[in-house]
């Protein structure tokens, strides 16, 4: 039971509630009659133990010692001893006034030697010396009191002699009714014995007090103040082992004397000192779990949250049923140009609106929640009103689109890809179901966005094809099966050779009858630019490729540009300006040889980025072209600000340039636009005469394609030039 109060406790604590009274007091009942029996029994022995009892009982044991020792000396002895001496002083008197005869002379014996020897003989008194009531000394018999007294000038001497064992007194005529003195020597040891009796009875009496009353003071002691001290102790202990949950009896001691006063001060003190940090405890706990479990931007649950509560979702009931629900994942589309372009504020406030629409456009058993930087993911059970996971997506494609989210009274028109996913039909693992969405998610982005896809297995399919392509290609790197290929690249009006595209092959090892086969790069460098992975790639690249050129041109004389594709992942994951210079030094080609490569896709990034690292680039003394021009995002005015050498003309306007009037056309305005920016334009793709003369009459300036070479492996290449004359018309008609 007690164990029970304190489990709920304890659960109550952690659900960040607080601890109500009624825990405490069971608690509390519990508890106290545990607590006080061991104490109880316990205290007894605890009471000889006790330090402070052993004090106070020993000061108070001497101190009754002491004081009866004073009653003693100073007052019951000396009295005692006064009395014993009278006595024995009187039985001397009796004896002597019983023999003397008063008819006698006044100035004779008034007894005969025989009396005096009698007397000597059967009382105390061991002298005598006699003398007239005028004070004539008559005689002296037995031991000589005079030797004490000397001639009797006090006839009130009296003196005790203790060492010696004998009372010396005067006997006056008052005291004998006679008309003499007599001083009178006794034997005292009797009384010194007794006066010792009575000093061993008194300090056995005193002992024998002072140790009852001393007992009596360690019961009391213990009883009013160990005891007490005790359980206070032993609260303090729990509190301090257990701060939050303290084990604390009520007091059994009377609150109206002080410690008892005390002790009940000390408990509330650490039951308010509990409660206290219970609640500091289960406020920081509820402040990390919304932390944890909670986006602070837009208050909706996190990933974590909803990966949990989708776990919980899916847990199958007691019936062995599990409940259908729609697992959606957004993405807002071209979120990071707003970002850029506008600034975080705007951003955010995108961000909370989203959220908003979506939170008041779902129901309330939908868990609407913030899964990452732009990114949403909605739980929905399906139910007989909505029962595919499909009409969730495209309720949320309708909520964001419906309107344009309004900031600071500017509108912005919002788009998003969405993904989609069924639980149980797509996955029964929950984890998977999320992944699902996900990977249809990215299929939406791939397919141009602002879409909704639904997650099917063939994109498993693929996305399984991709990861293993990225193990085999960090493997192709460990054991060199990349290589690189080179395309010659023309002057269209001299037919010289005047460049080499530089172009990734990775040979692939496998049991065919080949030995292998070529990956084309269009297939594992998106995987590598997904990955990273593209970075260490293209180094290798640009390094593996000048080293090239810089041996054609030392040993062969070959005077040509180097061409070198460089991917918008190298620009924002590496630092490509410090690289390529480490490769010119390294290598030492002259810089105006080197070209890099870059698309259009690199405007998309950070613009401002991306413009720094062009102009750090040329820089440098490196060329630049712009690679499948024409095919993405080109801004004209964007054009004019980028250090840019040369636009290289997609291969598809020139393919289809004979048959479509629009491609044709398009291939024109480049070769136009290069004109008029005062750039080189260079068309990559040509296959055949026709496209060769097209561009002359257009007045392209460059050319590469397979009507003059395929690219091929660096041997070859040095073979092509030097057995090249020079002459454009030589390339068959093909
Ligand atoms: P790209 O830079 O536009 O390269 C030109 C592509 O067109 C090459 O394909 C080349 O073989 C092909 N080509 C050249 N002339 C003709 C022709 O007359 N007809 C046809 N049909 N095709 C022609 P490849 O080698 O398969 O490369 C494909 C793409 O892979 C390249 O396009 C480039 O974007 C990328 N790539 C290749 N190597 C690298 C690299 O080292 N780094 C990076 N980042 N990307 C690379
Ligand atoms: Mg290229
Ligand atoms: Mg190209």
Not at 240 to 246: L, V
Not at 262 to 277: T, V, Y
Not at 367 to 388: F, H, K, Q
Request: net charge negative; hydrophobic share 40%; charged share 25%.
């Amino acid at each position: 039971m007690l164990s029970n109060a304190k489990t709920s406790l304890r659960t109550r604590t952690h659900e960040g509630l607080s601890p109500t009274t009624d825990d405490y007091s069971v608690l509390k009942e519990r508890s106290k009659a545990e607590n006080f029996k061991s104490l109880l029994l316990s205290s007894p022995g605890q009471i000889w133990k006790s330090r402070v009892s052993w004090r106070i009982a020993a000061a108070v044991f001497m101190t009754i010692l002491l004081v009866q020792t004073m009653i003693m000396n100073f007052g019951t002895l000396p009295a005692y001893k006064d009395r014993m001496l009278k006595d024995l002083r009187e039985a001397g008197r009796g004896a002597v006034a019983a023999i003397i005869d008063t008819k006698v002379s006044i100035n004779e014996a008034p007894f005969s030697e025989e009396q005096v020897k009698r007397l000597l003989y059967t009382t105390d008194i061991s002298g005598l010396s006699l003398y007239t009531y005028e004070t004539n000394f008559l005689n002296t018999y037995g031991a000589n009191p005079t030797k004490t007294v000397g001639r009797l000038h006090d006839t009130n001497f009296t003196q005790f002699n203790e060492e010696y064992g004998y009372y010396v007194t005067v006997l006056n005529p008052g005291d004998l009714k006679r008309p003499y003195y007599v001083v009178m020597r006794m034997d005292a040891t009797g009384v010194q014995n007794e006066i010792s009796a009575y000093v061993q009875d008194n300090i056995k009496i005193m002992l024998i007090m002072s140790l009852f009353v001393t007992t009596v003071l360690m019961i009391a002691l213990g009883r009013w103040l160990l005891e007490p001290v005790l359980f206070m102790r032993q609260n303090l202990l729990s509190a301090f082992k257990n701060p939050e949950a303290p084990n604390i009896p009520d007091s059994p001691f009377d609150q109206r004397d002080e410690i008892g006063g005390a002790i009940e001060l000390a408990n509330k003190l650490i039951l308010q000192n509990a409660d206290n940090l219970t609640r500091i405890k289960s406020a920081a706990e509820d402040k990390i779990h919304k932390l944890a479990y909670y986006d602070t931007l837009t208050g909706l649950p996190n990933r974590t949250l909803f990966v949990q509560t989708l776990s919980e979702r899916a847990r199958q009931k007691s019936d062995g049923t599990a409940d259908r629900f729609a697992v959606v994942t957004i993405d807002l589309d071209h979120f990071k140009d707003i970002n850029d372009s506008m600034g975080h504020n705007v951003g955010d406030a995108i961000l909370r609106s989203v959220a908003k629409r979506l939170r008041s456009a779902m129901p309330e058993s939908a868990v609407v929640s913030r899964s990452g930087e732009d990114e949403y993911a909605i739980m929905m059970p399906l139910s007989s009103d909505i029962n595919t996971s499909r009409d969730v997506a495209e309720k949320v494609l309708h909520v964001i689109r419906a309107e344009p989210f309004k900031v600071f009274n500017e509108a912005f028109q919002v788009r998003a890809s969405i993904g989609v996913s069924t639980f149980p039909d797509d996955a029964v693992d929950p984890d998977q179901v999320l992944k699902n969405a996900d990977i249809a998610l990215n299929r939406a982005k791939e397919e141009g966005r602002d879409t909704i896809k639904e997650y099917s297995e063939d994109f498993d399919r693929a996305v399984q094809q991709r990861f293993q392509m990225l193990r085999d290609l960090r493997d192709a790197m460990e054991h060199e099966q990349l290589q690189l290929y080179y395309q010659p690249q023309l002057d269209l009006r001299t037919g010289e050779v005047i460049g080499a595209e530089a172009l990734l092959r990775w040979w692939k090892p496998d049991n065919s009858k080949q030995g292998g086969t070529f990956i084309s790069p269009g297939e594992f460098i998106p995987v590598a630019e997904q990955s990273g992975l593209i970075v260490p790639i293209g180094e290798w690249v640009l390094k593996t490729a000048c080293t090239m050129a810089k041996g054609w041109h030392d040993d062969h004389n070959l005077d040509i540009r180097i061409a070198v594709n460089v991917s918008g992942a190298q620009f924002t994951q590496s630092d490509i300006c410090g690289f390529t210079q480490r490769v010119i030094n390294e290598v030492g080609i002259d810089p105006s040889k080197v070209e890099l490569e870059v698309t259009e896709s690199i405007f998309m990034d950070d613009i401002g980025h991306t413009i720094q690292t062009l102009q750090n680039l040329h820089a440098i003394g490196v060329e630049l072209a712009i690679d499948d021009f024409g095919t993405g995002y080109s801004s004209l005015s964007y054009l004019r600000q980028f250090p840019i050498d040369r636009l290289k003309i997609d291969q598809s306007f020139i393919r289809n340039a004979l048959n479509d009037p629009d491609d044709a056309s398009i291939a024109r305005t480049i070769i136009a636009l290069g004109r008029a920016l005062n750039l080189n334009v260079i068309a990559e793709g040509v296959e055949t005469i026709e496209h060769e003369k097209f561009l002359v009459t257009e007045g392209c300036d460059e050319v590469q394609g397979f009507r003059y070479s395929r690219p091929i492996p660096a041997d070859d290449f040095l073979d092509f030039v030097q057995n090249y004359n020079g002459d454009l018309s030589s390339f068959s008609e093909e």
